[in-house]
């Protein structure tokens, strides 16, 4: 069972639109373009209609309809253009229409209708160059309920439980500390609304998430901070982090501030004083070491799953070997244009390799292998859309793995400045007690959840339009995705969309 | 334990309002002087801190804000905006573009690297270096002490003519001479400028930089002046004049000379090694598309280090130019082929804009790198190239204080130290002398794409 979707406005008094709206003082406050407007861009006022949601019109495109407002005011009075501070916004991975179109999901629940391209960003390879290949001919219409977009996470066929998700995605780790326990949380009862998961990250496992322990990933990571055997064995899933994309072959760093007396408590480390997680496991310098680490967990906890995650090296297809044979059941592979805590510009941009060719590099080479069937491929770091999440199933991963994503829905308009003082000034990634109260539990929860069933609804469409009736029989299918740099649509079969 | 290389860095503010992406746009007309305005209520205290700087007229708001939007979201009459700076887009150009300008001013000012949120915001690959990426490993490093393990990473390099093996005679006494050796303790040097603005201030900046630094500047010798004497240690000489005009007491003194190429560059090397046996001689050419076949020449002549130089955008001279990183990775490995590529110092420059393009560039194969324009940068050059026009120049270098540029430009070679420090370590390599060449703990976009990309979206 979904949850439904509800609508959750801005939590701004302006929201961020691609369009400007304003009304002049010619305006005789006749009431017309409240009543034409459908999608409730007006709001009535005393003396003139109030522009209370411009981020819901329809901008230009809008003229060719029968309702178009400026056309239709008698005094002329409406003024539409473009919004300056629009372009600001975000940067070429997330581009301001892929925030606005975000946004729009985590309020409304709807795919975007504005002429926001919600399907790809701005960063001219990868993703935003790749497209589906959609058959010409029309198969036998599927209903949506007949569509399934579960998967199994375990396929190694131990004697271990299956944990079989209804959407193919869970949600990253983001420790605590490194955003707020209303972030925290939020995330995490959207996975248990969505039946999914959610990591704990690096900063151990808060009490407020104990009722959501069969949602919850715990996470060991290099500082082992917050690990113990009682958090261990809570949990159906245990994640190893040996890298991260943002930060591949690099130590972890929480700035002083943001270790409050709650932090440090959890950490069982000091308050105010900067803490390290070292790169790499320092008890980890061969694969037989890795296997001993997974054992160990398999040992403390007789039913959990173990998950590693790792970076995209060069030789990621040996490194995703090595992680069987030592007995993981999930290997996350996480890109190196993701992450969303603060790392090194160097690192973000140049180390490891991105996820759009680490899947399919180790997709193949575990099917030469004969063992792609016995582990489920997890593609994170820089999956932003429905979109991205169907190309990275197409290229081989099982599922994936997603956070800054959940950050936008929140609102986060990628400034960047995540570690700047008291930290994110609206109030995502902080601690700080002020900060972290610009947001409600409920209201965030809600927002990603929202975000969630609406990229379900568009993974169920392209399934559709393949005429697949699983999401597991879109798993490694290159027949059916193109790169534009690559394929004409004159070379192909199907239909190229561009 | 041998005392470690350390830049000492320092905060050396910014003498000029600094270009931001973004400006703040705020109308007084229509406000309702709310009691709590969104301006009383800024995060970064934005608007408390303003002031308008008297030689500019610009207000210092806009590089103090962090474009978290909070005011422009809150104004009840939405009388606070944001609009793109023109002048940050008009910075620079397609190669040194606004990002890069701006991340140098960065860490000139701080002495850190850059560091943010968010993941990465740019674009997936492009043009010249952004067609690669470095290699890490997940468990291998080179050492399980300290945080990061950096602390042992050695960023020592030297120029000049290697032995391949020692000989000795019937007595068993070594019956070779080893050749002088450079040692550096990063891999750069602080090049000539290919433009700039008149004064002496620019020069004495580098030149103390240079010093600080432990390593070399490039200097004309038609640019030499008595007054740089003090930092002969740390000059190398170009050689644009006569040999003879030289005066003893500075042949004798100087370590490194760089000599322009011409076909008879082995006899004029030979000559002056013969004045001063300590000497290591740079050969200087430009890159062009015989170099490989001329650096292996060279190499087998007796050269002791080829400082190879592109154009200020990484070309090559040529009609059809391949960029820097393309046409060493041809040099390098025609130097492998050939069997000599250990005998030689193969330098870089031209094009070298970030603290990536050196891990990178090294990877393709060079020894060491030479850094321009950004040494200007560090001392807030905007790249407007007015100076090349005899136009004065708009950030006053003129007149900049050799001290203040110096401890720039010791901010930013320190944050570029520290970012070849986090690549070495991410990879797990000691040190940065096997780095060089090593392309197969690279990864480039071609062969990827090649692989991966181009096999998509065939049937059956």
Not at chain 1, 331 to 338: H, K, M, T, V
Request: net charge neutral; glycine share 10%; with cysteine.
């Amino acid at each position: 069972m979904l949850p439904e979707v509800k609508k959750i406005p801005s939590r701004f008094r302006n929201a961020l639109s691609k369009y400007r709206v304003t009304i002049t003082k010619e305006c005789n406050n006749c009431g017309i373009c409240i009543k034409l407007c459908p999608y409730g861009v007006y709001k009535a006022g005393s003396k003139k209609p109030r522009v209370a949601a411009e981020h819901l019109c329809l901008g230009f495109p809008c003229s060719a309809n029968e309702f178009y407002c400026v056309n239709k005011c008698p005094e002329k009075a409406i003024q539409l253009r473009l919004n300056p501070a629009f372009e600001i916004l975000g940067d070429r991975r997330w581009s301001p229409d892929l925030l606005a179109s975000t946004w729009h999901m985590a309020e409304t629940g709807e795919i975007p209708y504005q002429g926001l391209n919600y399907k790809t960003g701005d960063s001219g390879g990868g993703f935003d160059k790749l497209r589906f290949i959609f058959p010409r001919e029309k198969g036998p219409e599927i209903p949506d309920e007949e569509v399934s977009t579960a998967i199994e996470l375990n396929r190694s066929g131990d004697s271990r439980p299956g944990v079989r998700i209804p959407v193919p995605f869970y949600l990253g780790g983001m420790s605590f500390g490194s955003v707020s326990i209303v972030t925290m949380l939020s995330r995490v009862k959207a996975a248990a609304a969505l039946n999914t998961f959610c990591c704990t990250g690096e900063g151990g496992y808060p009490e407020e998430l104990i009722p959501y322990d069969d949602h919850m990933i715990t996470q060991v990571a290099t500082g082992l901070f917050g690990v113990s055997e009682e958090s261990l064995k809570r949990v159906r899933i245990v994640e190893f982090k040996y890298a991260q994309g943002a930060k591949p072959g690099l130590g972890g760093h929480l700035l002083g501030d943001k270790v409050t007396p709650r932090v440090a408590r959890m950490r069982e480390a000091v308050a105010g004083s900067a803490l390290f997680s070292p790169f790499p496991f320092h008890s980890v310098y061969s694969v037989e070491d890795h296997k001993k680490h997974v054992d160990w967990i398999k040992q403390t906890n007789s039913r959990a799953l173990v998950s590693v995650k790792v970076s995209t090296p060069t030789d990621v297809d040996m490194v995703a070997v090595g992680s069987y044979y030592a007995g993981a059941h999930i290997i996350q592979l996480d890109g190196s244009y993701g992450g969303t805590g603060a790392a090194p510009d160097i690192a973000k941009k140049n180390i490891a390799m991105p996820i759009e060719y680490a899947v399919p590099k180790v997709h193949k080479f575990l099917s030469e292998e004969g063992i792609r069937d016995k582990i489920t491929i997890i593609a994170s770091g820089g999956i932003r859309s429905a979109y991205d999440m169907a190309k990275a199933i197409a290229l081989g991963a099982n599922g994936v793995c997603l956070g800054t994503a959940d950050l936008v829905a929140l609102e986060c308009i990628r400034c960047h400045h995540c570690e700047s003082g008291r930290g994110c000034a609206r109030g995502i990634a902080t601690t700080d007690e002020q900060l972290t109260n610009l947001m409600e539990l409920e209201w965030a929860t809600q927002r990603i959840i929202n975000m969630y069933l609406t990229w379900r609804r568009q993974l169920v469409s392209i399934l559709k339009r393949l005429g697949m009736k699983s999401v597991t029989e879109l798993v490694g299918r290159f027949d059916v995705i193109g790169h534009l740099d690559y394929i004409k649509q004159e070379e192909i079969e199907g239909e190229l969309e561009l | 334990m041998p005392a470690k290389y350390h830049i000492h860095t320092a905060q050396a503010a910014n003498r000029f309002q600094l270009i931001t992406r973004s400006g703040v746009i705020a109308w007084e007309e229509g406000c309702l002087k709310c009691p709590s305005c969104v301006k009383k209520a800024c995060v970064y205290k934005v608007y408390e801190k303003r002031g308008i700087d008297s030689r500019q007229m610009l207000e210092s708001l806009d590089s103090v804000c962090k474009d978290c939007f909070r005011c422009v979201q809150g104004c009840p009459k939405q009388l606070i905006q944001k609009g793109f700076n023109p002048a940050y887009k008009a910075l620079g150009d397609h190669y040194w573009t606004p990002e890069v300008i701006s991340g140098l001013w960065y860490q000139a000012e701080a002495g850190r690297i850059p560091v943010s949120g968010g993941g990465y915001g740019g674009a997936f690959s492009g043009p010249g270096f952004d067609t690669m990426w470095t290699d890490m490993s997940e468990i291998v490093r080179p050492t399980r002490d300290g945080i990061h393990g950096r602390e042992y990473i050695s960023t020592t390099t030297d120029i000049g003519r290697k032995l391949m093996a020692l000989e000795f005679d019937e007595t068993g006494a070594l019956s070779v001479t080893p050749p002088p050796v450079v040692e550096i303790p990063l891999p750069l040097l602080l090049d000539m400028l290919p433009w700039s603005p008149p004064g002496m201030g620019i020069k004495l900046a580098i030149l103390e930089g240079a010093k600080s630094l432990e390593t070399f500047a490039i200097i004309r010798q038609s640019d030499f002046t008595p007054a740089m004497k003090e930092y002969l240690p740390n000059i190398a000489l170009y050689i644009d004049g006569q040999v003879s005009d030289i005066e003893p007491s500075v042949l004798s003194a100087l370590r490194l000379i760089e000599l322009p190429y011409s076909k008879k560059v082995i006899v004029a090397q030979n000559t002056l090694k013969k004045t001063n046996p300590g000497l290591v001689t740079i050969i200087r050419m430009d890159l062009n598309p015989d170099s490989a076949e001329e650096v292996v020449r060279l190499t087998k002549e007796g050269a002791e280090a080829i400082h190879l130089v592109a154009d200020e955008y990484g070309l090559e001279r040529s009609d059809r130019p391949l960029f820097i990183k393309e046409r060493t990775r041809d040099i390098h490995l025609r130097l492998v082929e050939a069997g000599v590529r250990d005998q030689i110092t193969l330098i870089s420059g031209g094009g070298i804009a970030m603290a990536e393009h050196v891990a990178k560039q090294i990877i393709c194969g060079s020894d060491l790198l030479s850094v321009d324009i950004p040494l200007l940068i560090a001392m807030e050059c905007r790249v407007c190239r007015r100076c090349k026009e005899g136009i004065a120049c708009p950030v006053e270098l003129e007149g900049v204080d050799p001290v203040w540029g110096a401890g720039r430009i010791r901010n930013l070679m320190a944050a570029w130290h520290n970012q070849l420090l986090e690549i070495l370590g991410a990879m797990g390599i000691r040190e940065v002398k096997r780095l060089r060449g090593e392309m197969g703990r690279a990864m480039f976009f071609e062969d990827l794409e090649k692989d991966i990309f181009a096999t998509l979206g065939r049937r059956g």
